[in-house]
């Protein structure tokens, strides 16, 4: 039987509990018998960790373009490197952040152009988009005030730069409300995992296809959709959002399938 990969990633502001949430979700996984890989961006290969400190704490002159190419080239690189082999094998990869951060931080807050953005996501990663995403929304200053080390570059940007990246995520999320689900981050650690648990359940646990009958499907990970199809998420911006549980109807279930492997830890040191 080919192995096939689920491609998750995590989104939202700084602080609003990706990683502690990837944990809860890797461990969900891994009783379940899947080989998990968790990774970040930037920085979740060497490259990127060079990457990371560049674009974090590098010089203070870097202008947007520069910024958002060093995402890409980290993007580019993470998803040949890491993503793609362990997805061709049959692994479960959570990422904490992906494209979407991209078209919120670089595309929205810094004004460079959603559209423009996604273009050079998509080439970067040659169209590979996650299956599934989880937004962890919570006002800015709530996320912000979570964070106890030193605030990097974009950590002190203005609140107003927050709150262009939480709107543009959930002008996203009202755009492609299957693939990307709305968590209330305000709770505590177990309330968030709890609302993010039943969505795994539903699209994991509760999908009609056999692992016989999901040996033909395409691996769970998606293809971006072309930008002349995205009018949606780029047009929509200022649609009042639904909450994300008056949608659920419309999610899809998700096939779970693929190699049972050995689980793997993060690829970084924290
Ligand atoms: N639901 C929550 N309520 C309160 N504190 C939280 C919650 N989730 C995470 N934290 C704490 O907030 C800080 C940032 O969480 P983290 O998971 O690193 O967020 P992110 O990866 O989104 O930046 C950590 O100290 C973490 O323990
Ligand atoms: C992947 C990515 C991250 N970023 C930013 C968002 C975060 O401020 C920073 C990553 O910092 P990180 O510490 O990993 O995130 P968090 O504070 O949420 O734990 O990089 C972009 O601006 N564009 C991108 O494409």
């Known amino acids: 039987m080919a ?116 273009s050079l996501s998509a080439w970067a990663t040659r169209g590979l988009y996650p299956s599934l995403t989880f937004l962890l929304d919570l006002p800015p200053e709530v996320g912000l005030h979570r964070h106890t080390d030193a605030p990097d570059r974009m950590e002190r940007e203005s609140m107003d730069f927050h709150e262009r990246v939480r709107h543009e995520y959930l002008r996203l999320a009202d755009a492609e409300p299957d693939r990307i689900v709305v968590i209330d981050a305000v709770g505590t650690i177990d309330e968030v995992f709890s609302e993010i648990r039943g969505v795994l359940v539903e699209r994991f646990e509760g999908g009609s296809v056999t692992i016989d009958e999901a040996d033909d499907a395409p691996l769970s990970a998606q293809e971006a959709p072309a930008s002349s199809e995205r009018p949606a998420s780029l047009e929509a911006a200022d649609k009042p959002r639904e909450k994300s549980a008056d949608k659920g109807s419309s999610r899809k279930p998700a096939t779970m399938v693929g190699a049972l492997g050995e689980s793997q830890g993060a690829l970084w040191d924290e």
Not at 26 to 46: C, H, K, N, Y
Not at 55 to 73: H, K
Not at 88 to 115: K, P
């Open 3 to 118: 192995a096939r990969g689920v491609f998750i990633t995590f989104e939202g502001g700084d602080g609003s509990g990706k990683s502690t949430q990837i944990q809860s979700v890797r461990d969900w996984f891994e009783s379940r018998g899947r080989e998990v890989i968790v990774t970040r961006e930037p920085g979740g290969t060497e490259l990127g960790t060079e990457i990371r400190r560049l674009v974090q704490n590098g010089p203070e002159d870097v202008d947007a373009r520069t910024e958002a190419l060093l995402y890409a080239a980290d993007r580019a690189y993470h998803v040949a490197t890491v993503i793609a082999p362990a997805l061709e094998r049959g692994a479960v990869v959570l990422g904490d952040r992906y494209i979407d951060s991209s078209l919120a931080y670089q595309g929205a807050a810094r004004s460079l152009g959603v559209d423009e953005i996604a």
